[in-house]
């Protein structure tokens, strides 16, 4: 697993979830390890973060990884999320459940279930794998520019659907159960 790309809704203040502010980035240098761009970008976007909402422990691995890889910012981005991260996942996983899930808590089932405004099935790249698979289409010596061009607006659609999906379920939550709050948020 070499991460490539991060992508953050950021809300600057509590009272104002509904104009997140997007951040994200993109390593398209084709000649370099990807690692260490990736950790010192997302550590500058996330060292003054009061908290990190994520979905499931795939992220929380990735940063232990680049930690013990000895990637610079590493051992600071694992300890961040450890100390702030809140896994939304874990909220909902066994506390919430819609039929509409169609009994999977993949993010990919409850986001449509939550908030029917907000989907991947119109995107190009829907799914984790599917954007590691383009991403390796983009480093292909043989891919053309114009194509290069394009997977890269694809894998960035994709990576801002995935961040702001955490929001979307937040206020998919909120709306269908005025107060509710996630455990431990």
């Known amino acids: 697993r070499v991460p490539f790309q991060w992508s953050l809704h950021v809300i600057p203040d509590a009272d104002s979830p509904d104009t997140p502010e997007w951040r994200d980035y993109l390593h398209t240098d084709v000649n370099q390890d990807p690692r260490v761009a990736f950790a010192a970008t997302l550590w500058e976007a996330v060292q003054d973060c009061e908290s990190l909402v994520f979905y499931s422990d795939y992220d929380v691995t990735t940063l232990k990884m680049l930690r013990d890889a000895g990637v610079p910012f590493g051992h600071e981005l694992y300890n961040k999320i450890k ?46 794998a599917v954007a590691v698979q383009v991403y390796e289409e983009y480093l292909d010596p043989a891919t053309t520019n114009e194509r290069r061009a394009a997977i890269i607006d694809d894998l960035r659609e994709y990576c801002q659907l995935d961040t702001y999906a955490m929001l979307a379920l937040y206020q998919g939550f909120r709306a269908a159960a005025p107060g509710w709050a996630p455990a431990n948020a």
């Open 83 to 128: 100390a702030v991260g809140f896994d939304l996942y874990r909220a909902i996983k066994g506390k919430t459940y819609w039929s509409s899930f169609n009994g999977s808590y993949s993010i990919k089932n409850v986001l449509p279930a939550v908030n029917p405004a907000v989907s991947y099935k119109t995107l190009n790249v829907q799914n984790g």
